[in-house]
């Protein structure tokens, strides 16, 4: 299937927690920020310690490309610094939370006291707390040293084109992370700058259906209702590999989840194992609002809107 690179038509980020500067636009900057509670400010000399900071990317969808035949967007990053900091520090998981949000916001104008808000589509672990080597330490302002991620491939679990735009928030993902990504920019190569990986499957009509008369056709519209299957760690000690198809997440800790949008009624299948185990579980589950399933022992996933699908 075709492919198509998007870079962002505007990037900025917000910054809360620093009263004076919330009205300030930072869209011209080199450097992305992501922070939920960093210690020693970058505006210390203000009398400010701590800040908040969302990255806001938005994106043009060509108009060669129609958003119904959009079948996968990679979200790519480049992200060179990420810490550990914040008043009290406990190390844990380096994650991002992704929002989709309005496209009516602009680089050169948007602001923390001004921001959009967004929907929910996904908590990703971009290094995990056993892969950090200092799992669970404890400090002030800053435990450990940087990370540098690299290159962040995040495939999206849903997203949403409005008026030719895929727009989109990026939070921290866990409580004393702070990271920047590079922006658009920023004085570095297209590959290190944000982008959307937009794959898609065009639908045309062949030239015998073009000439065929249309027959005009009256029908009732049809809504089919998505529902958000949510995977929760519920027990456990060890990381769980959660699979479905070509999505596989780590849940490291218990509370850890993420969500996979579905049609009503739909099958699926999930692989879950310990990530440093020899054994698993595979349940066949269908999308069913309201009802809960468990799955794996001792651990334990727990998944909400799905039950146990009989086995064919």
Known sequence: MPTVTLFPT???YVLGNVPALADRNFGKES????????????????????ETAWTYLRFKLPDSVKPEWIK???LHLFIPDARFVGSTVQVGDLAIRILSTTPDWREDTITWNNKPQG?????????SCQETGICGQTGWCQVGGSFNLGHVNIPLLFWEVQNGYISLIVQPGADNNAMWA???????SNDMKPYLKVTYEETTITEEEGTKPKELVVTEPTYVEKTDVLFTLSRGVRSVVVK??????VLNTKGDSFIYSLSEGTVFEVLMYPKLGLFGYKARLRVAKGKEAFIGFPWQVWVKNAEYAPQE
């Open 244 to 249: 479905i198809g070509e999505l596989e997440r």
């Open 119 to 127: 929907t929910f589509i996904q908590r990703t672990i971009l290094k």
């Open 72 to 74: 996968s967007v990679t």
């Open 182 to 188: 590079y922006s658009k920019d920023a004085a570095v």
């Open 10 to 12: 505007d990037d900025a």
């Open 31 to 50: 450097r992305l920020w992501i922070e939920s509670d960093s210690c020693g400010s970058r505006f210390s000399a203000k009398g400010y310690t701590h």
